[in-house]
């Protein structure tokens, strides 16, 4: 038996940090896939494999829902594979019944820049609904998990395997696909994203800024200046919960002019927020990206957690849009070339016609 599974990966519009506190935020799934596939093993022994890091049939063994790596893995690739490991033992104790021992491969490619270093959209994320998804098909769970399985499951594992930060907003736009609003909810299985309508005239223009971030390093530092600073973390969250309501409703109601204006805003309130927990959320690369659409005639604003990653160029003209592409090609900045993804989770298997692609 033969599982495949594919998944987006994901751009947050405006709201990253706000949804955190409980505000809606608007994302957007992009056609960067994580994939996976699992196939019996006819040794009867389980292994994984993830050319991406260059880890090859790595062997591992089960015990009461816990995996072992063979002996001999490198810490490096055992970090590599945490998320996996997570992913894997969430569904274990979700799923009934033993499964039979499988070749696991992973594919991230789409999520790394040529040179090794991750763009940021979501790879992490997408990985653990693949894995979550494509390990239900095997296991021959019927009924398939609904959507908000999924989600409970994924969000779970990608949680625990990140030290317990997140919003699981890239996970439910890895299962959803298309341009979400999506608000954070207790418990997680309740999450419900409403499915949002791509505007007139509305174009995005993913930028790399040559720099990976680490999210779950940002996070903490901002736990830790909740703790610390209650009133200050309070002031500047009311301004980012206000701007990110605004945005969604602009978008819904497609006043596209009004949504640019709360992007610039809510690029300004990250800017003041990078000041206050002593990180740069808007990195130098950022700013000097920021310049260069805003005197093009568009607008931006880092997109996720910031301090480098990805970045996003806005405005409702062709026009202006290849003008914002040739001053950031000129710039030596990377375009990696990502769009809007409308399909989401998608898992078949060579035993059957069925297919489960949810949305």
Known sequence: MMVTCHTPGK??????????????????AVDKYAKVSIQEAENGHWSVSAPTLHISRVGF????????????????????????????????????????????????????????????????????????????????????????SLFSRAYRSHSEAQGKFGSGIDIATSIYGGIIEYTRAEPANKTAPISMDLPENFYILPVWTG???????????????????????RRIFKNLNAISRDGCRAFHHQDIQRFFTDVDKFYHSMERLGELIDIPVVSAEHKAIYHLVRDTGGYYKPSGAGNGDIGIA??????IMQDIKTSIIDSNFTLPGARISHQGVHVSNNESTVAKEVH
């Open 11 to 28: 751009m947050i519009l405006l709201g990253e940090y706000a949804v955190l506190d409980g505000a809606p935020a608007l994302v957007t």
């Open 61 to 148: 063994s089960t015990d009461a829902g816990r995996i072992s790596f063979e002996a001999g893995i490198d810490s490096e690739h055992r970090i590599q594979l945490q998320f996996f490991k997570k992913a894997v033992e969430t569904s274990f104790a979700d799923l009934e019944g033993t499964l039979p021992p499988a070749n696991i491969r992973l594919d991230t490619d789409d999520f790394y820049a040529n040179d090794g270093r991750k763009y940021g959209f979501g790879g992490s994320a997408a990985l653990t609904v693949a894995l979550v998804s494509a390990l239900a098909v095997y296991s021959g769970a019927k009924p398939l998990p609904s959507e908000n």
């Open 211 to 233: 720099k990976s971030a680490s999210t779950s390093r940002i996070l903490k530092r901002l736990e830790n200046y909740r703790v610390e600073r209650a009133k200050d973390y």
């Open 314 to 319: 806005f405005t409702d003209s062709k026009t």
